[in-house]
């Protein structure tokens, strides 16, 4: 739902906030451990995940190009890109 709902900063690093004490609930991360190292690349020595920030941003920028293509051949593309 992320280019379809409007999500709000705080709500997503809610959801990072959660995603991490999970991870710690289970074993996955240490407690002591940096929470970037979760989001660092696996050759950098992390875990590799993604944040939901930089996912929102991916998707929304994804949905945007991709409308942008539509545009030009589907008129009614074109009508809710006006509305947005």
């Not at 051949?73 to 947005?84: F, G, H, N, Q, S």
Request: include cysteine; hydrophobic fraction near 30%.
């Amino acid at each position: 739902g992320f280019g379809i709902l409007k999500w709000t900063q705080a709500e997503l690093r809610a959801i990072n906030t959660k995603t991490r004490k999970t991870l710690t609930k289970h074993g996955f991360h240490h407690p002591k451990s940096r929470k970037h190292r979760l989001y660092f690349s696996r050759n950098w020595g992390g875990r590799g995940l993604i944040g939901a920030i930089d996912c929102y941003t991916q998707e929304c920028t994804a949905l945007a190009s991709y409308l942008d293509k539509r545009c030009a051949t589907d008129p009614l593309v074109a009508m809710d890109k006006r509305i947005e």
